[in-house]
């Protein structure tokens, strides 16, 4: 008979792993006492979090505008890292720290999903206030809240050209301006109905005729949204069955953003890519179906879609199965979670995603990167992953640190025994869900030698392959 202790530990591990980046010591007992459920609805219904917003009060540059961040790196180049270096930080601080774990994971799907680089041009300037306006407050939200601040905001208009996107017209005998499509491809792309939707290239043209005139007014100094109507193309349009009348401005964007967002196609895209994150590489294809109806019913709420999907027999069979792979941001942010860390600094993580290959805002293709696990297991990420799992167990990793004393206590280990530590660290990071294996092969660490016999068992199994899927 399956030992109850166990089922229980391993369900909630799967739902804070997935969900969440995977729980911090005691909180896999925590959610069980006070019920996953209960957990769950707290997650998708988030509260305030004083202890984050103490955690992040000392990084000054979090709320600037983008005319800000302009105005101070026209004065001084040098501003733009101090910027930049505060948004990373705050972003793994927040992942690791954050109590709304489900808020944390969206952001990063989301701004993935409407992916930017940080390294092209106005970007660089534009970018904090892209993720903090234009993703940040709709995670949760109507799926055409957060399609039209992405879509108008001046990162993105920036990042995919809409900003040269104009009316073609004659001047001192030459044409001046034209119709750049990438805006408007991407739209249907990548974004919402997705290529395989049915869409043909005069409906990328027309999308991108809607959208001319959309742009930026100044990215010199400004760095704020603007249409000219002067460079908007007034003309009938045909979008991919939206009939858009002659004569119309800026409110024809809004009414085909209002047509994709409520279009099924975009419904099974959307939903696609939500249980691509959080069930399965391949979902299958009836819950995607199904999550696909109650974004059609509830309006494109995401609460809806993933309410359902956490309640879903898919997901949940899921957490008897291999598990779907880690990528590096959520290796890392696992890692640093299970152990407890406290994170101060996050230049030498930063470091370890980039040597992992996914630097963080650094994305060049508007793809984003890879929400399919099995697409960053190669054997230079694993030992990469090794190195990062042994650096925060001795302390060699920088703003990071970790009492593993404590947490061997607090699974009531054993901290000079290797089993001790190996049971310890089985109950209280991985759920009592350790394979033989793994608990063998940890079990032979000597007891002897530098680091001690606690970091090194606990960085052999933070390597392991328990660890590396969610």
Same mark, same amino acid.
């Given at each position: 008979?399956?030992?109850?202790?166990?089922?229980?530990?391993?369900?909630?591990?799967?739902?804070?792993?997935?969900?969440?980046?995977?729980?911090?010591?005691?909180?896999?007992?925590?959610?069980?006492?006070?019920?996953?459920?209960?957990?769950?609805?707290?997650?998708?219904?988030?509260?305030?979090?004083?202890?984050?917003?103490?955690?992040?009060?000392?990084?000054?540059?979090?709320?600037?505008?983008?005319?800000?961040?302009?105005?101070?790196?026209?004065?001084?180049?040098?501003?733009?890292?101090?910027?930049?270096?505060?948004?990373?930080?705050?972003?793994?601080?927040?992942?690791?720290?954050?109590?709304?774990?489900?808020?944390?994971?969206?952001?990063?799907?989301?701004?993935?999903?409407?992916?930017?680089?940080?390294?092209?041009?106005?970007?660089?300037?534009?970018?904090?206030?892209?993720?903090?306006?234009?993703?940040?407050?709709?995670?949760?939200?109507?799926?055409?809240?957060?399609?039209?601040?992405?879509?108008?905001?001046?990162?993105?208009?920036?990042?995919?050209?809409?900003?040269?996107?104009?009316?073609?017209?004659?001047?001192?005998?030459?044409?001046?301006?034209?119709?750049?499509?990438?805006?408007?491809?991407?739209?249907?792309?990548?974004?919402?109905?997705?290529?395989?939707?049915?869409?043909?290239?005069?409906?990328?043209?027309?999308?991108?005729?809607?959208?001319?005139?959309?742009?930026?007014?100044?990215?010199?100094?400004?760095?704020?949204?603007?249409?000219?109507?002067?460079?908007?193309?007034?003309?009938?349009?045909?979008?991919?069955?939206?009939?858009?009348?002659?004569?119309?401005?800026?409110?024809?964007?809004?009414?085909?953003?209002?047509?994709?967002?409520?279009?099924?196609?975009?419904?099974?895209?959307?939903?696609?890519?939500?249980?691509?994150?959080?069930?399965?590489?391949?979902?299958?294809?009836?819950?995607?179906?199904?999550?696909?109806?109650?974004?059609?019913?509830?309006?494109?709420?995401?609460?809806?879609?993933?309410?359902?999907?956490?309640?879903?027999?898919?997901?949940?069979?899921?957490?008897?199965?291999?598990?779907?792979?880690?990528?590096?941001?959520?290796?890392?942010?696992?890692?640093?979670?299970?152990?407890?860390?406290?994170?101060?600094?996050?230049?030498?993580?930063?470091?370890?995603?980039?040597?992992?290959?996914?630097?963080?805002?650094?994305?060049?293709?508007?793809?984003?990167?890879?929400?399919?696990?099995?697409?960053?297991?190669?054997?230079?990420?694993?030992?990469?992953?090794?190195?990062?799992?042994?650096?925060?167990?001795?302390?060699? $990793?920088?703003?990071? /640190?970790?009492?593993? =004393?404590?947490? &061997? @206590?607090?699974? #009531?280990?054993?901290?000079?025994? *290797? %089993?001790?530590?190996?049971?310890?660290?089985?109950?209280?990071?991985?759920?009592?869900? $350790?394979?033989?294996? /793994?608990?063998?092969? =940890?079990?032979? &660490? @000597?007891?002897? #030698?530098?680091?001690?016999?606690? *970091? %090194?068992?606990?960085?052999?199994?933070?390597?392991?392959?328990?660890?590396?899927?969610?």
């Amino acid at each position: 008979m399956p030992d109850p202790n166990r089922l229980g530990y391993r369900t909630a591990l799967h739902l804070l792993s997935r969900a969440g980046f995977g729980p911090r010591p005691g909180e896999l007992a925590t959610a069980l006492s006070r019920g996953l459920e209960r957990w769950a609805l707290e997650q998708l219904e988030p509260g305030p979090d004083p202890e984050l917003d103490a955690r992040l009060s000392g990084f000054t540059t979090l709320g600037y505008s983008t005319s800000r961040v302009l105005q101070l790196y026209n004065a001084d180049n040098r501003t733009i890292g101090v910027i930049l270096d505060e948004m990373a930080s705050a972003k793994v601080i927040r992942a690791v720290h954050g109590r709304n774990q489900l808020v944390e994971n969206l952001v990063d799907f989301w701004f993935n999903h409407f992916n930017v680089f940080v390294n092209d041009g106005f970007d660089r300037y534009s970018i904090l206030s892209y993720e903090r306006d234009a993703i940040r407050p709709f995670v949760l939200g109507r799926f055409r809240d957060l399609l039209g601040a992405a879509t108008k905001h001046p990162a993105m208009l920036f990042y995919l050209d809409n900003y040269l996107n104009t009316l073609p017209r004659a001047a001192g005998g030459r044409q001046v301006g034209g119709i750049n499509e990438n805006h408007g491809r991407e739209l249907l792309e990548l974004h919402t109905v997705g290529v395989d939707a049915g869409y043909s290239q005069d409906d990328v043209i027309a999308a991108a005729r809607v959208m001319t005139g959309h742009g930026i007014d100044n990215v010199q100094t400004g760095g704020n949204y603007q249409f000219r109507a002067a460079n908007h193309d007034t003309g009938a349009k045909q979008v991919f069955g939206l009939s858009v009348a002659a004569g119309g401005g800026a409110d024809e964007l809004e009414r085909l953003l209002d047509h994709l967002a409520a279009h099924p196609a975009t419904a099974r895209f959307v939903c696609g890519r939500l249980a691509q994150r959080f069930v399965a590489d391949d979902p299958p294809a009836a819950l995607v179906e199904r999550l696909a109806e109650v974004y059609l019913a509830h309006d494109g709420e995401i609460a809806a879609v993933l309410r359902a999907l956490f309640g879903s027999a898919e997901f949940w069979a899921e957490a008897y199965g291999p598990g779907k792979p880690r990528t590096p941001f959520e290796y890392a942010i696992a890692a640093l979670r299970a152990v407890g860390a406290n994170v101060t600094a996050t230049r030498a993580i930063r470091a370890f995603l980039t040597e992992a290959g996914q630097p963080l805002y650094a994305c060049n293709p508007p793809t984003g990167y890879s929400n399919r696990g099995l697409d960053w297991l190669n054997p230079s990420a694993q030992l990469a992953r090794m190195n990062f799992a042994l650096d925060l167990c001795t302390g060699a $990793l920088a703003g990071a /640190s970790v009492n593993l =004393a404590g947490l &061997v @206590a607090s699974g #009531g280990g054993d901290a000079s025994s *290797a %089993r001790g530590v190996v049971d310890a660290i089985d109950r209280e990071v991985f759920g009592l869900t $350790l394979n033989d294996s /793994s608990r063998a092969a =940890a079990a032979k &660490v @000597a007891t002897t #030698g530098t680091p001690g016999v606690a *970091a %090194r068992v606990t960085a052999l199994l933070l390597a392991g392959p328990e660890m590396q899927v969610r």
